[in-house]
């Protein structure tokens, strides 16, 4: 039985017959002030006294002749019971393990919280609740594995079935993701796929990995000598990382965490090194689905920081590099969140989006460049404001959330605990 003292249902009004029901968040009205029923989202209701009248369980609204209701739903957003289309009924399970209902195709959860609907063609539509007043309609970038036993709106018995492509259904949506985009999975030891999934999970959970990676590519181990292959600042698509660094920065990762500092080779100097070269390379894939408008903005603050390094901390003529060189006493009063950082504006980005994968990282940079972890929190939660919308990217990353929150696979508020 569900606790209605913890349901804020609909409010509105139910015309029954020729009475006028007032409903104030799902709880139904008599003229006379008493409360003669509760009506929940999807349509179900509970009668208790006339003139709605008495039952034991819930029924449709459909079920009462003449009946209809017309308000607003939790969300404030417009609510029509029955709607103007009568789709199929029966059960879902939605991404292999979340349990929904679908009334005369108005797709709810078992406490009874319209999340969505369905047609009888099988299209899916889902609320975003960050944007209420909009309906995401699921395609093959958005819909995770889906099957409904049940009838069409002429009463013909249906079982509808959708699997998403290659993904393997005996695993989430953010290991099938890792896999996919990591494609050398099944040629790499358990502790390096242990570090793929601890420095890209994040990205995973999000959505955000599937968007890039059907937009720029993916990632392969090979022999390039320098981290990976092509030139940063340039569209090369597939990331190839080199086979001896990826290991060695596995073992620095296990030994040291994401942040280590080393010795330079001008002493006393050290620089502060990001043991996350998966995430720093997918930070270059990641930099083309941005808005231009957003890559400005990182280019002016990462120019503003290489004019206060450059006063704070000079590089040493002798040192020859373009990496931040601190004391050890200076780790904590650095301007760049690692030494490479400093190199170009490119590098910056890539370090940035690396070091905010974990956690452990990521609060550091929330402390020393809260501009740039305020802008990350941006691509994984509000893409609107940030990613561009050239080939549709920022579109399916709102519709891949949407998914992914109904599907059970994104919780805001945990996303960044991991």
Known sequence: MVDKSQIKGPSGFIQLS????VVDYGKIYHADG????????????????????????????????????????SY????????????????????????????????????????????????IYLRDPRFPNVMRKMDENSQLATLFQGTKSNGQAWRHEYQRQLHK?????????????FEDWDRVAVPQKKYVIDTMKMFACSGLLSVVRKSEGTAALGNVRHGASGV???????????????????????????????????KPYIEVRINLVVAHEYGHQLEFCLTQATQDRITDIYQKRLTSCNRIHPIPEEAGTASELIQPAQVDDRVFVSGYARSSMHEYWAECVASFAVKESRDMLKNIDPEMHEILGDVIMQPEKVMSTLEGK??????????????GELEDSELFKQ
Not at 169 to 181: A, G, L, M, Q, T
Not at 394 to 407: A, H, I
């Open 76 to 123: 404030g957003l417009q609510l029509e019971i029955p709607g103007p289309d009568h789709g199929p009924i029966g059960g879902m399970k939605y991404n292999n393990a979340v349990d929904l209902f679908v009334l005369f195709g108005r797709i709810a959860t078992p406490d009874h919280k319209l999340v969505g609907r369905m047609t009888d063609d099988g299209t």
């Open 232 to 266: 940063t600042g340039v569209r090369t698509g597939k990331v190839t990382l080199d086979r001896e660094e990826f290991e060695r920065e596995v073992q620095y990762y296990k030994k040291f965490g994401a942040l280590m500092a080393v010795p330079s080779p001008c």
């Open 18 to 21: 020729n009475d006028l029901l």
């Open 394 to 407: 920022r579109e399916n990353m709102l519709n891949l959330q949407t998914s992914l929150r109904v599907g």
């Open 34 to 73: 008493s409360q003669i029923g509760f009506l929940f989202e999807d349509g179900l209701l509970e009668g208790y006294g006339a003139p709605l009248g008495q039952w034991d369980g819930l029924k449709t609204i459909e079920e009462l002749p003449d009946t209809f209701f017309r308000g607003i739903d």
């Open 169 to 181: 259904p005996d695993k989430s949506f953010w290991e099938n993701e890792i896999i996919r985009y």
